[in-house]
């Protein structure tokens, strides 16, 4: 696809962002923020059986943190914690579908990623403390 088109979707998933909002009875909810320019994004995640059965996110900020955000909820709905804790920076660059970003755009498109790894390290740290330190260890993204 061309890089025109990559603009379009994200302009999209800015505009109409799917699966943004508050999750009632979240097992976890995750708050950051991109010092830099202030940008935030909360996720909250329901678990059950090691599987993400709902995903929400708010947040405020550039089209590039906000529609990442939007993918990133769409790329880990139903997935098993599993497959998540393996997500890397290279897999959301390629799914937001920009690989040539700048520095800090590349903070960006990052941000909903890093919150939801340290949404996952608060999970399993009450559940598999094995696997949070496993996150916190692999993630180049702490
Ligand atoms: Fe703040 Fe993009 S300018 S995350």
Same mark, same amino acid.
């Given at each position: $696809?061309?890089?025109?088109?990559? *603009?379009?979707?994200? %302009?999209?998933?800015? !505009? @109409?962002? *799917?699966?943004?909002?508050? %999750?009632?009875?979240?097992?976890?909810?995750?708050?950051?923020?991109?010092?830099?320019?202030?940008?935030?994004?909360?996720?909250? %995640?329901?678990?059950? +059986?090691?599987?993400? !059965?709902?995903?929400?996110?708010?947040?405020?900020?550039? /089209?590039?943190?906000?529609?990442? /955000?939007? $993918?990133?909820?769409?790329?880990? $709905?139903?997935?098993?914690?599993?497959?998540?804790?393996?997500?890397?920076? +290279?897999?959301?660059?390629? @799914?937001?579908?920009?690989? @040539?970003?700048?520095?800090? !755009?590349?903070?960006?498109? %990052?941000?909903?990623?890093?919150?939801?790894?340290?949404? $996952?390290?608060?999970?399993?740290?009450?559940?598999?403390?094995?696997? /949070? +330190?496993?996150?916190?260890?692999?993630?180049?993204?702490?």
């Amino acid at each position: $696809m061309s890089d025109d088109i990559y *603009r379009e979707i994200i %302009l999209d998933h800015y !505009r @109409n962002p *799917r699966n943004k909002g508050k %999750l009632e009875n979240a097992d976890v909810t995750v708050h950051d923020s991109n010092p830099l320019c202030g940008d935030e994004i909360d996720i909250h %995640l329901k678990v059950d +059986e090691g599987v993400i !059965r709902d995903v929400k996110f708010e947040g405020k900020g550039c /089209a590039i943190s906000q529609a990442s /955000a939007s $993918m990133l909820t769409e790329l880990v $709905m139903g997935k098993d914690l599993d497959v998540v804790k393996d997500l890397k920076k +290279e897999d959301i660059l390629e @799914n937001i579908g920009l690989t @040539n970003l700048g520095p800090a !755009r590349i903070k960006c498109a %990052l941000l909903s990623l890093k919150v939801l790894k340290v949404g $996952m390290v608060k999970y399993y740290s009450e559940n598999d403390p094995k696997s /949070a +330190e496993q996150i916190k260890n692999e993630s180049s993204l702490y």
